[in-house]
């Protein structure tokens, strides 16, 4: 695998389920990001993660919890979400070093959630 | 916090045709990405302008860094249907988060064979 790889890449789940989302990426890098893209909205920051420590929460509901082991690895655990929450969860990552805002996010081919 | 608008929100075209799509802010860019999302990816990187006035060429693609920084266009010669996809700008804002990426809401780009 290379690159930034996630799973799955269709979840439908019902307001009450619990479910994870998993983010790899094969690249070595430093930074990892959970984003959401929602039809009519900009592509929103939801978590950063920089050297396995959470160094951004854009006001994100708490039924939505990030969880980094490793550099290499991003989960984002879902439970008791709205309807309103379906979307497309795109996971990157970056290396973090010099110039600041030079940095190039790779980014995965996202998970499609669905709340019915 | 920094809104893009980015313009047109849709464009349908012919193969062969040139086209420009606009990334406006009212305030200043401390650098500034295009990306491209085609259907069931992830956006991938196309450029990063960091100088006012930096004019970047990627091919058919021109990238244009207005003199203020508050500005960027993106400029495709003789588009092909390959082109076709979501064209998103990002920028931080200077002073601002090194993490955060304030995303456009992006110009949905058709080319017609």
């Known amino acids: 695998e290379t690159g930034v790889t996630q799973t799955p890449r269709h979840l439908v789940m019902g307001m009450t389920n619990k479910k994870s989302l998993k983010c790899e990426q094969h690249l070595g890098h430093n930074a990892m990001y959970w984003y959401k893209q929602s039809a009519k909205k900009p592509l929103e920051l939801m978590f950063v993660?920089?050297?396995?420590?959470?160094?951004e929460n854009n006001s994100v509901p708490s039924r939505f919890s990030p969880e980094c082991p490793n550099s290499s690895h991003l989960f984002l655990h879902l439970h008791t979400l709205q309807p309103e929450d379906s979307a497309l969860y795109l996971c990157a990552s970056s290396q973090i070093a010099g110039l600041a805002g030079t940095d190039t996010q790779y980014f995965g081919p996202g998970t499609r959630l669905t709340v019915l | 916090t920094q809104l893009l608008e980015q313009s047109p929100q849709f464009l349908s075209i012919q193969e062969g045709e040139n086209l420009t799509v606009y990334c406006n802010s009212s305030?200043?860019?401390?650098?500034l990405q295009w990306y491209r999302q085609e259907p069931g990816e992830g956006p991938v990187l196309l450029v990063t302008?960091?100088?006012?006035?930096e004019v970047k060429k990627l091919k058919r693609l021109t990238f244009q860094f207005g003199d203020a920084r508050k500005d960027s266009s993106l400029h495709i010669t003789a588009a092909q249907p390959g082109d076709t996809g979501l064209y998103l700008c990002?920028?931080?804002?200077?002073?601002?988060?090194?993490?955060?990426?304030?995303f456009g809401k992006g110009t949905l780009l058709t080319v017609n064979p």
């Open positions: 993660y920089s050297l396995e420590e959470r160094v």
């Open positions: 305030s200043v860019f401390s650098s």
């Open positions: 990002a920028s931080r804002t200077t002073g601002g988060s090194n993490y955060k990426l304030t």
């Open positions: 302008v960091v100088t006012g006035g």
